[in-house]
């Protein structure tokens, strides 16, 4: 299987909390992230995590990270309909930079 | 900094036809990155250079690709010959850092190649 796995798809309603989950199979990664791509447009660092935090909050974003599950998930609080974009994470992974394949969230009014 | 900057933003080629993608990165970056994203197969790294050396280009599909990096503001992604299985967006990256240890990077807009 790939190294870091995300699911293809969400859709949630605006106002409501977004989950983006992802799974990666390094557990010596070290450095996990959340990037944000909007339409035509190149990725976006949006938030990541050192491993040897369990959460991060940043605004409207929650950031949790399960090591022992190698399970890296990533929450938006009050969704809006500009945080429709693809998200992906991505962890450093047997000495490379690892990409998972993104989850396309739409966010419906 | 203006970022990555990439051109062209769109390209449409015949098949056959030899592309060439241009990236400039970011001023300081050691680091510079081709990625290709298909909806098939989604974001996949081509190749990378550090210090304008190609260290890894494993994810290269074929002969007919290839990447140069001449100094330091500077690369050149090229198909030659282009095919219809070719068309994706194509985006350069750089960073400071790579590898094990925090390295954020940094995305141009892409290049969006249709080859009919």
């Known amino acids: 299987g790939e190294d870091v796995e995300q699911s293809l798809f969400l859709s949630v309603r605006e106002g409501d909390s977004s989950v983006i989950n992802c799974t990666y199979t390094d557990s010596s990664s070290t450095y996990l992230y959340w990037y944000k791509q909007e339409p035509g447009a190149g990725l976006q660092l949006l938030t990541y995590?050192?491993?040897?935090?369990d959460m991060k909050q940043d605004q409207r974003l929650t950031v949790l990270l399960n090591k022992k599950d190698k399970h890296l998930s990533l929450r938006i609080a009050d969704t809006q309909t500009g945080d429709s974009a693809i998200y992906f994470c991505a962890v450093d992974s047997w000495g490379k930079f690892q990409f998972g394949a993104g989850t396309q969230v739409v966010v419906t009014p | 900094d203006a970022g990555v900057i990439q051109s062209p933003r769109h390209e449409v080629t015949e098949m056959g036809q030899e592309v060439t993608l241009r990236c400039k990165p970011i001023?300081?970056?050691?680091?510079l990155f081709w990625y290709r994203q298909t909806m098939m197969r989604g974001l996949e790294l081509l190749i990378y250079f550090n210090n304008n050396v190609p260290i890894d280009d494993s994810g290269m599909p074929e002969d007919r690709f290839s990447a140069k990096m001449p100094n330091a503001s500077f690369s050149t992604l090229k198909i030659q010959p282009s095919e219809p299985r070719d068309s994706a967006v194509y985006f350069c990256a750089s960073s400071l850092q790579y590898g094990p240890g925090y390295n954020e990077q940094f995305f141009g807009p892409g290049t969006r190649l249709t080859v009919l």
């Open positions: 001023s300081g970056h050691d680091y």
């Open positions: 995590i050192f491993s040897n935090m």
